[in-house]
């Protein structure tokens, strides 16, 4: 197919073959199962019943991973100084590829992992202010890893079921903070 002004356009065998295709009504054609009609085969797994979903569409749909917390005036960040906002990251396997880099990403920003300082709070002894503003951003008690990196003034939260997941999670959270505040990220 050529486009306008002549140029050959990009062709795929998964692209309809031409414009009519794209704006068609009919609809798909359906394959047959079971080979010659149906006729001496048989059936390929078992079949749901009428008015049953299969089971991977019943999953639960994703929740957020990051959520912005908010800290009382009187929370022991914010009256050292350090913000009232910061991010909490919920560990979740879809974060994977995010959280085996988070020493690059921090590397890249220029924080040294030496100057990220890591408080596991899980039962909100330390922190109880974090684990509140947590609580209501996500409507759970979930323990948590508050991480802080003084030389650029900024805190954030992991959280997990985990030792290891609250902990990549906080230096996740610690990235999107630093990225956050940013000029020209």
């Not at 974060?95 to 920003?109: H, R, S």
């Not at 951003?137 to 985990?162: H, L, N, P, R």
């Amino acid at each position: 197919p050529k486009r306008a002004g002549g140029a050959v356009a990009p062709t795929s065998k998964f692209a309809p073959s031409s414009v009519e295709d794209d704006f068609s009504d009919d609809p798909a054609p359906k394959r047959q199962r079971g080979g010659a009609g149906g006729k001496g085969c048989k059936g390929g797994g078992k079949k749901e019943p009428a008015g049953k979903t299969p089971a991977a569409a019943e999953t639960p749909a994703p929740q957020a991973a990051v959520h912005w917390i908010t800290l009382p005036p009187s929370a022991d960040f914010v009256v050292s100084g350090l913000p009232d906002l910061g991010p909490a990251v919920v560990h979740t396997p879809a974060l994977q590829g995010l959280l085996a880099a988070v020493g690059a990403i921090l590397a890249d920003i220029g924080i040294e992992a030496e100057s990220v300082s890591l408080v596991h709070d899980a039962e909100w002894e330390q922190y109880p202010e974090i684990g509140e503003a947590l609580k209501a951003a996500t409507e759970e008690e979930q323990a948590m890893c508050v991480a802080e990196c003084a030389e650029a003034s900024i805190w954030a939260v992991g959280v997990g079921s985990k030792w290891k997941q609250r902990e990549q999670a906080a230096r996740l959270a610690l990235c999107v903070a630093l990225a956050a505040n940013m000029e020209d990220f």
